[in-house]
């Protein structure tokens, strides 16, 4: 084995009845990796999540770990952590002893159940509340019990699935921190589900795109930010202007656009940030139609024959009024070329 396939999937695919969720997904997670699970509602995280876990049996294919075919091990057998976004801490009991329930369950007791329990509860961060029952824990702090209560078992994997999403922005913020600093601390092996792609983008040594129960892409998040494969990636993180390529040319609703230097010859499409369009000069022009200041930058919004087109130029340059007709280019190396569009 090596640590790049500690955690494997080969061909998974995952059914409710007939309803397919989860197609042939192949992916290989590295020892100590952080890995995000990214894509829109009911693209099949959480299934993928419930499989490695062992809670759903997969209609085919493989799930290695740490070299062990596990698809067909139960999962208490599986030294896989798994954290939902409703925690279900156990209200009547303290932090203590809710970190210390699976370990009891294991025939864990004495002062090494003191020591796990203890350690589990210092590493995020929570030392002085021992003794305090769930109800009187902020949210943040009973999402660190969760965790530390997943942590204690000293899962080969952990799961998290949406772990912040009941919580404020400023306390999700502060427990992205937190869970970046106990993953690396602790090097264990995580997946991480979210829909937010700042989330993943802050977190995750590599990122997972999902579509429809299947992976659009998988890459470091400078990869997913910069480079998006695809015209669904570049859309989800923040492509505001795709086009479709046709024998090198754009495809616009008003016919096709040709382009000053030659597009990527197996390009099947180019998008562009609104940050990448060149305002003020070029050969196309539109009409302001919008204007929107948002401290470092200003962002229009263009009515041009290739359709609507965002453009994003710092703010102390001489502004644009609505109604006003400027020229813009679409500079070809400030693209990302798409191997796959629709
Ligand atoms: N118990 C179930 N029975 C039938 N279909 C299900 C069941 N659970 C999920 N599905 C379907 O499987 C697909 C994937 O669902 P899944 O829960 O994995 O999505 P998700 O990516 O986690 O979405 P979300 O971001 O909303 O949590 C969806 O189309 C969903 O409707
Ligand atoms: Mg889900």
């Known amino acids: 084995m090596s640590d790049a396939n500690y955690l494997s999937l080969e061909k998974l695919t995952l059914a409710y009845g007939d309803t397919v969720a989860v197609d042939k997904l192949d992916l290989s997670i590295a020892k100590g990796e952080l890995l995000a699970l990214l894509g829109p509602s009911g693209c099949g995280k959480t299934t993928t999540m419930r499989a490695i ?34 925690y279900a801490l156990f209200p009547h009991l303290s932090v203590f002893e809710n970190v210390a329930f699976g370990l009891r369950l294991k025939g864990i007791k004495g002062r090494e159940l003191e020591k796990r329990v203890e350690a589990g509860i210092k590493s995020v961060g929570l030392a002085k509340f021992v003794s305090r029952k769930p109800g009187e824990l902020s949210g943040g702090q009973q999402q660190r019990v ?23 922005a400023r306390l999700r913020l502060e427990m992205r921190t937190e869970l970046q600093r106990v993953q690396k601390e602790t090097g264990v092996t995580m997946i991480f589900v979210t829909h937010d ?21 998988i890459g470091t998040p400078e990869e997913i930010y910069n480079a998006p494969v695809s015209s669904f990636v570049a859309d989800f993180v923040g492509f505001e202007n795709i086009f479709e390529l046709s024998d090198g040319a754009l495809k616009t609703p008003s016919g096709t656009a040709i382009l000053k230097t030659a597009a990527p010859f197996d390009a099947k499409g180019l998008a562009w940030r609104p940050a990448n369009v060149m305002l003020g000069s070029g050969a196309f022009e539109g009409i302001v139609r919008g204007t929107s200041f948002a401290g470092n930058t200003r962002e229009y919004l263009l009515d041009t024959d290739l359709g609507p087109i965002k453009a994003e130029v710092p703010a102390n340059l001489p502004v644009h009024a ?21």
């Open 197 to 217: 792609q700042g989330e993943a983008l802050s977190l995750a040594d590599r990122i997972v795109v999902m579509n429809g129960g299947i992976i659009e892409q």
């Open 146 to 168: 969760a965790l530390a209560r997943s942590m204690v078992m000293e899962p080969k994997v952990l799961l998290l699935d949406e772990p912040l999403s009941n919580l404020d």
């Open 53 to 86: 876990a062992g809670l759903l049996t997969p209609a085919s294919g493989t799930i290695r770990l740490d070299n062990v075919d596990i698809t067909r091990v139960s999962a208490n057998k599986r030294a896989v952590g798994l954290v939902f976004q409703s």
């Open 322 to 342: 609505m109604g006003e007709t400027v020229a813009f280019d679409l500079p070809v190396n400030k693209a990302a070329p798409l191997n796959k569009f629709g």
